[in-house]
């Protein structure tokens, strides 16, 4: 029996640069994390801390031509930094997801939320075009999008920027991955979809063990579904603690700022029954 990793990301001195004419800067410095199967972590922070560039650099999708990628980033023991393109085509989607913060940037103008919904199965799996639409359209319903046969005949630029959002978490989601990177997941959306999202967040942690890393300026979010939280300031995690502790005994000032930035709200007990409801 091989016996299992013990994380499903493990982020080693991740450290992003960006090359311009006038010289290299700094995004993100010297980040450790890791992320075990089945549990949350949330990144907080101000915007233009690094977060979006974190995710992306996670993921490979920097340009390499204008940005540097240093450290490690180990996907169930795998290096990730470095690794052929092709290669990770392979494990995007499959094995490692992106919730993207602007669901816009995740789709092709050109083809159907369908075709492109479908092509994105396919490539991963040997289920048939007919099988590949049904898991499609239950999947779009798990995000509160019914009637998923018309909507999959639609394009991109006919869908509601929050419709569009759902319809990327169920893409992302559908494939159960075993990493699941999510910026900004619910800021599009009311509070009846924000809820629906995060219970298949929620499910998708707790029946297939995704570790997830979630990324909100919504601090309510990151209270109900966070197990440990991460606090980024200018491309660097200054605080790192469980959700409970960093909530009540913050110990930077950065994140007391932050906490105070927002009304007063208790650290869980998260409100599990809401989100299996
Ligand atoms: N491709 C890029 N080239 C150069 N600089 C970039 C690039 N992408 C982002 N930046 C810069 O990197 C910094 C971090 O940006 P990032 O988008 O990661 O912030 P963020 O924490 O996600 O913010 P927000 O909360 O607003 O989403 C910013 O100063 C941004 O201007
Ligand atoms: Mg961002």
Do not use: W
């Not at 990730?80 to 103008?109: C, D, T, V, W, Y």
């Not at 396919?122 to 099988?131: A, E, G, I, M, S």
């Not at 929620?202 to 297939?208: H, I, T």
């Not at 000032?253 to 299996?276: D, H």
């Amino acid at each position: 029996m091989t016996e299992k990793p013990r994380s499903a990301l493990r982020v080693s001195d991740l450290h992003v640069q960006v090359k311009s004419a006038e010289g290299t800067a700094s995004l993100v410095r010297h980040l450790d994390f890791e992320l075990k199967p089945g549990e949350v972590l949330g990144l907080v922070g101000e915007s233009g801390c690094g977060k979006t560039v974190t995710s992306l650099s996670l993921l490979q999708l920097l340009n390499r031509k204008t940005t540097s990628v240093e450290g490690s980033i180990r996907l169930n023991g795998r290096e990730l930094n470095g690794i052929r393109a092709e290669e990770m085509r392979r494990l995007r989607g499959k094995e490692i997801a992106l919730i993207m913060q602007n669901p816009m940037n995740a789709f092709s103008p050109v083809f159907t939320i369908g075709d492109q919904f479908v092509e994105s199965i396919r490539t991963h799996t040997d289920l048939t075009k007919k099988q590949a639409a049904e898991l499609a359209a239950a999947s779009l319903e798990g995000v509160n999008l019914p009637n998923a046969s018309e909507l999959m005949r639609r394009y991109p630029f006919q869908l509601s920027g929050g419709m569009l959002q759902r319809v990327m978490i169920a893409v992302s989601m559908c494939l159960r991955p075993s990493v699941l990177i999510a910026d900004e997941p619910t800021t599009a959306l009311d509070a009846v979809n924000q809820l629906q999202v995060l219970r298949q967040l929620d499910r998708l942690r707790r029946e297939y063990g995704t570790a997830i890393l979630l990324i909100s300026h919504d601090l309510g979010v990151i209270a109900e579904m966070a197990d440990e939280v991460a606090v980024m300031q200018h491309g660097r995690i200054v605080e790192k603690a469980d959700v409970y502790r960093l909530f009540d005994h913050p110990q930077q000032e950065y994140t007391k700022q932050l906490l105070q930035a927002r009304p007063a709200f208790p650290a869980g007990p998260r409100t599990k029954e809401r989100l299996s409801s």
